[in-house]
């Protein structure tokens, strides 16, 4: 089949057969990106650094300046001044802002990484030489100490029975409050709304307190107040991230279960929450990984304690943050590798959980067909 052509106005149209047609397989829906920096803005660098280095050292030098955080300020605060004086001479100077706006974010995404990385890896040196399997399965109340062996069994028991207890309470409770905010919506929503808000602005050391005043002036140091202190910390941060979730929910979804007759109660337990269950678990998971390296509340509440003590109901009972907190103070290398090695295991229980706090959320999305 020979190509067509068509008289027109502006010249000559050509209709490709079908045969000839580009097959949109073929065909890429993505944008093409071009080089991120070209030699011109290489070159600005390179001069902006070049000129921050040598203002710094200059600096140094009549002012007598050796702190190493005081030359790196001085010089990135020179750097963006040099950077934005060059690209303003080029481009003007919306482009200049533009560029030392873009520079920043990156560079502080850079150092806020660079950070976690370098803190995960101290904790990992200092800790790992302490891991051991008498670690994961003795308690310190035969161990003195100075002597070896011993470990954070009774701390790893005591986190787990309080976090358990308090995710058994605070989980329902706020997943019905959070119902109640955005499917209710009643006469006290608002108020309960910024009562959330502002629980989850208050620092966690009110809820020990709280908890002290009420419980343990009367019953006692107990692994169930320091769960009831997790409780009240872990509240407002799942009632926030599940209403954020309901969100997400079609609107369709309510008209239609309610345009067939059920009723609203019904509408919200066998439609609303199985469809986001994902978000739901991931939001139980967040409030978790959050109150399971609590302190303060804790340290009023549990008190914490040298031996295991498998009743919460009664006696102090120990916890890995306690148990990180009371052994990094003592003044010998024994007590301290303890305490890195529970730190150690801290960290590692907040990565799983927040791990599958992640997994389990991208299954959720698609699942419900998003793209991410």
């Not at 009774?154 to 605070?170: E, R």
Request: proline share 5%; net charge positive.
């Amino acid at each position: 089949m020979t190509d067509t052509h068509l008289p027109s106005p502006i010249g000559s149209v050509t209709i490709l057969s079908t045969a000839e047609t580009p097959s949109l397989s073929v065909i890429e829906d993505k944008p093409h990106r071009t080089s991120r920096f070209s030699p011109s803005q290489r070159v600005e660098f390179l001069v902006a650094g070049a000129s921050a280095l040598s203002g710094t050292l200059l600096l140094s030098l009549l002012l007598n300046w050796t702190h190493p955080l005081t030359l790196v300020i001085w010089a990135t605060l020179l750097f963006l001044l040099a950077e934005w004086l060059l690209v303003r001479d080029r481009a003007g100077a919306v482009q200049a802002t533009d560029q030392v706006v873009t520079i920043t974010v990156w560079s502080t995404g850079v150092i806020a990484v660079g950070l976690l990385v370098w803190m995960l890896v101290y904790v990992t040196l200092k800790g790992v030489g302490g891991l051991s399997w008498s670690f994961f399965t003795q308690d310190l109340s035969k161990v003195g100490p100075l002597d070896p062996g011993g470990g954070a069994y009774h701390a790893i028991i005591g986190t787990l029975m309080q976090t358990s207890i308090a995710t058994a309470i605070a989980v329902p409770l706020a997943v019905l409050t959070a119902v109640y905010l955005h499917e209710l919506r009643g006469r006290m929503a608002g108020v309960v709304r910024f009562v959330s808000d502002a629980m989850s602005g208050l620092p966690s050391i009110v809820a020990g307190l709280f908890v002290y005043t009420l419980w343990v002036r009367a019953h006692g140091f107990s692994g169930l107040a320091g769960a009831a202190a997790l409780t009240i910390v872990m509240l407002p941060i799942v009632t926030r991230t599940a209403e954020e979730i309901l969100r997400t929910v079609d609107p369709g979804l309510r008209e239609s279960a309610l345009a067939m007759g059920s009723p609203e109660w019904r509408m919200v337990l066998t439609i609303v929450l199985p469809t986001v269950r994902a978000g739901l678990v991931t939001a139980a998971i967040l409030g978790v990984a959050r109150a399971v390296g609590e302190t303060a509340p804790v340290l009023l509440t549990a008190f914490g304690s040298n031996t295991t003590n498998y009743n919460p109901t009664s006696g102090p009972q120990a916890n890995l943050p306690l148990f990180v907190y009371q052994l990094i103070r003592q003044p010998n290398a024994v007590q301290q590798q303890r305490a890195w090695a529970g730190a150690l295991v801290l960290i590692l229980l907040v990565l799983i959980l927040f791990t599958l706090a992640r997994v389990i959320s991208n299954r959720g999305a698609k699942r419900l067909g998003a793209k991410r």
